[in-house]
């Protein structure tokens, strides 16, 4: 069947793909677990269409469609070149490695294949020599950890540091043996015919299929040389996943940004450079030690406290301005120095070019933004981030597309409000795409509840969050915990933390104890734990099962009208005659809240409650809007339909 589809032309293909999946077709007969869905088919069909017609398609998949399946099949046998690009890394080597090599397997057809991530997710023998070399590490966890990976880069193929799960992703350690844009030597470095960078991209550019992230995607349309040369407009179709993460990521991509630790790279890699090629230039090593205090000097200026503010906050502040000024001369002295180095050999050259790109990036975020960019920082506990956003993406989002003729699907499980795809369409420039929206084939009318409570104060009243713990207590008892309860706010969590402490029967995880895979492999084992999270737990989170059977939602998920982008794009759409809820803060907190919700059922057999506190959701008119953007659930205002649903539920467990 197979072969017939790929000889016999897209329209025949077309009415196949049906046939492929449903029951009697290669993949139900090959892979466990596999069950034909209407929306699927739908999905491969209108996917199939594009790739033909090399069309832009907007896609809303609900949960449980299927939606990987949905768009491999057809591009496995479309015969053109297909670029697929993922939210995040995990979600790429998840397709890459599972459901690509499955879904090919039974097709039965032969595709070449390449997974391509960005260079900062590959070894670079370079710099791992020059840590090596250097011997300077804070700590014997960091020394150990080096080892690992000094014993690892002997044996690796492909360079990729997922292969080594031991080390945690945030380690200090692999800023310092892996590239970035800034500090590759390219091809004046020695390794560069050893390079895992560079056999990626070639055997990407080889590649059929190839697999690849956002921020890769966006780092080369936005022409920063992620790069992998001709890989983009030699494709004839692009599937972006997750593609409700897309405009925020275009904005950052699009702009200009300086971090403290790109400042600290610098000069620590002058330090290990000067050791291997100028050691008798006392004055480098005191230039990037000056860099480094300067540094911390600004971040020191930028109050101690962790936030993110429109620049506009700080600027006038003579202490700051002063920390500004400072760090550029420091930065402008390295350089200096680093001109004269430079010809002593090829690491100090391209400190010299890193620290030129640098600096002027240091005078752009720290003065006067051109026109249409929002000028903001960041700052973390021991860092910060200087940044020029542009407004809007659409316009230049629309003219890298044009620039790459291809098909785009653009696929999701949230990107409609309601019906309408406008505001997406809107924010990425695409001009009347086709659009299909697929319902979840899940039986949330039988198997969810949304429990609405009655009784709660306005969400600003300061004791909102003690009044939300106690009308979710009875929920919990009756649910026998096995719950997230998800938060908009740190500051919630941490309040619903101190008063769940000590009087719950179930255990209690609360983000920031481990890291997140952690703290749900935990939440999975216990069986009947209550987790509390933030944003990192409204998406990209799936446990399946009795583990989880309630979701606590304590807002509808407005943005903070504090934060300096979506401040600066409410203004414009205010100065254009636009309305900014109906049109920004409304569509943003719908999609936002369909991912929380889309965190309850992840299978089949999957049942729970959702329990939704805001009152504004039936207190407000726009709350009609949410309600329309739901899965069709039973609703209920009554504790008693929360207790008979797992009442229900423990009858049926007791039967089977």
Not at 96 to 119: F, I, M, W
Not at 271 to 279: F, S
Not at 465 to 473: D, F, M, S
Not at 624 to 649: C, G, Q, Y
Request: hydrophobic share 40%; glycine share 8%; aromatic share 6%.
């Amino acid at each position: 069947m197979v072969a017939e589809v790929q000889a016999q032309g897209t329209a025949q293909g077309i009415s196949n793909l049906r046939q492929l999946l449903d029951a009697n077709g290669p993949l139900a007969t090959q892979v466990p677990g596999f069950a034909p869905r209407a929306e699927q088919q739908a999905m491969a069909e209108a996917v199939a269409a594009a790739l033909e017609d090399r069309a832009i398609l907007v896609v809303e998949a609900g949960t449980g469609t299927g939606k990987t399946f949905a768009y491999l099949v057809p591009a496995l046998l479309s015969g053109r070149r297909v670029i697929i690009s993922t939210g995040t890394r995990h979600l790429q080597d998840q397709l890459y490695h599972r459901d690509l090599p499955t879904v090919r397997d039974a097709l039965g057809v032969s595709v070449q294949t390449a997974l391509l991530k960005g260079r900062a997710n590959y070894l670079c023998k370079h710099r791992l020599d020059l840590t090596l070399a250097e011997g300077r590490l804070r700590s014997r966890l960091q020394l150990a950890q080096l080892e690992d990976i000094h014993a690892w880069a002997a044996r690796t193929r492909s360079g990729d540091i997922a292969e080594l799960s031991g080390i945690p992703e945030d380690s200090p350690l692999w800023p310092r043996v892996t590239s970035t844009t800034d500090n590759c030597l390219g091809q004046e470095c020695g390794e560069y015919q050893r390079c895992h960078v560079v056999n990626a991209r070639r055997t990407a550019q080889e590649a059929d299929l190839v697999v690849i992230n956002h921020h890769l995607l966006l780092a080369d349309m936005a022409l920063k040389e992620e790069g992998f040369g001709d890989l983009l407009p030699g494709a004839d179709a692009f599937i972006i996943d997750e593609a409700h993460q897309l405009p925020e990521t275009a904005a950052q991509f699009f702009g200009i940004g300086l971090g403290s630790r790109q400042l600290e790279e610098l000069g620590r890699d002058t330090l290990a450079e000067h050791l291997r090629e100028a050691g008798d230039m006392q004055s480098l090593p005191d230039c990037a030690q000056l860099l480094d205090k300067q540094v911390k000097d600004l971040r020191l200026a930028l109050g101690e406290r962790e936030r993110r503010a429109a620049w506009s906050e700080v600027r006038d502040d003579p202490q700051l301005r002063a920390h500004c000024e400072a760090l550029r001369e420091s930065l402008q002295a390295l350089t200096a120095w680093l001109e004269i180095a430079a010809p002593r050999g090829k690491g100090l050259d391209a400190c010299w070019r890193r620290a030129q790109l640098l600096l002027l990036r240091l005078v752009q975020t720290t003065t006067e933004p051109p026109e249409g960019h929002v000028h903001w920082f960041e700052t973390h506990r021991h860092s910060f981030r200087l940044q020029l956003t542009p407004l809007e993406i659409a316009t230049t989002f629309q003219q890298r597309m044009q620039e790459l003729p291809s098909a785009w699907v653009f696929t999701s499980a949230t990107l409609a409000v309601g019906d309408s795809f406008a505001h997406f369409a809107h924010r990425m420039g695409l001009e009347e795409p086709r659009t299909l929206r697929l319902d979840s084939p899940f039986d949330y009318a039988r198997n969810a509840l949304l429990y609405h409570p009655t009784g709660l104060p306005d969400p600003n009243d300061p004791a909102y969050t003690a009044a939300v713990i106690e009308a979710v207590r009875p929920v919990l008892a009756a649910s026998r915990g096995r719950a997230f309860l998800l938060f908009t706010s740190h500051r919630a969590l941490r309040e619903a933390a101190g008063l769940l402490q000590g009087t719950l029967d179930y255990p209690l995880l609360q983000q920031g104890e481990a890291p997140r895979a952690e703290l749900l492999e935990r939440f999975r084992t216990l069986g009947n734990a209550v987790l509390l999270g933030t944003s990192s737990f409204w998406e990209g989170v799936d446990v399946r099962g009795e583990a989880l059977s309630c979701v606590v939602i304590d807002k509808l998920p407005f943005a903070s009208p504090g934060d300096p982008l979506l401040q600066a794009r409410l203004d414009a759409l205010r100065a254009s005659g636009g309305n900014p809820f109906m049109e920004e803060q409304l569509p943003r907190a719908v999609i936002t809240l369909k991912q929380g919700i889309g965190r309850l059922i992840r299978d089949v057999r999957d049942r729970g409650v959702l329990v939704l506190c805001d009152p504004r959701l039936t207190g407000k008119p726009y709350g009609k809007v949410f309600l329309k953007s739901f899965p069709p659930m039973r609703r209920s205002r009554e504790l008693a339909d929360v207790v008979e649903f797992f009442t229900a539920e423990a009858d049926v467990g007791t039967h089977e």
